[in-house]
């Protein structure tokens, strides 16, 4: 009875603790759920950016590849390799997609935040920002890698992946588990700290010396904010070419 009592109060204070908020938001009531609306809205902007990007650079293909399929190979490319470096060469092809996935929307994510003025379109409640500002995007992106690490080894080892889990012995057991949790929240703070610290640094500069200081300050945010993209895409990559080790 008192066990119980106790698992009741634990889940009612990590219930109210899931409740803390930073600042104000604007909500949507969908169903039974409060959704914060400007989130979706920027998270729509982005994927309407990506799509369009995707089709007017493959609208007309070429043999010869002029300038704009030029460099949609390139970021191709780019990826491919990633891929192939951290998962392996004879499993990584399947998984292209997902990664590439993963790091363009990041990236259209973290410079929409440095170069669109999201701050001019008014809400009744917050304000816009970019979409990996927000602790609840960066989550679910990261919980997406769990779930693909999470059905990558199972899928291709079956019932022997889960005896990593007591490698190299089974003393190790809790701490291989808590490893693996601990994946998503190391990858979803990390995303979520260094944009929401850039953008908070480079709207105080511009509060106290609006001219010069905050010109640089930007382009160092657009760099941050790709290579913030690379880590993530890196590390999904990583931990999925993990969950994979061995299987051949």
Sequence with gaps: ???????????????????????????????????????????????????????????????????????????????????????????????????????????????????????VFELPHGESAAPTNDINTTVALALLTSVAYFYAGPHKKGLNYFGKYIQPTPVLLPINILEDFTKPLSLSFRLFGNILADELVVAVLISLVPLVIPIPMMFLGLFTSAIQALIFATLAAAYIGESLEGHH
């Design 1 to 119: 009875m008192h066990t119980a009592q106790f698992s009741i109060s634990t889940l009612n204070n990590l219930y109210e603790i899931s409740g803390v908020e930073v600042g104000q938001h604007f909500y949507w009531q969908i169903g039974s759920f409060q959704v914060h609306a400007q989130v979706l809205i920027t998270s729509w902007i982005v994927i309407s950016i990506l799509l369009s990007l995707a089709v007017f650079a493959t609208r007309d293909l070429q043999t010869i590849p002029t300038s704009g399929q030029n460099f949609v190979e390139y970021v191709l490319e780019f990826i491919r390799d990633l891929t192939r470096t951290q998962i392996g060469e004879e499993e990584y092809r399947p998984w292209v997609p997902f990664i590439g996935t993963m790091f363009l929307s990041i990236f259209v994510s973290n410079w929409s935040g440095a170069l669109l003025p999201w701050r």
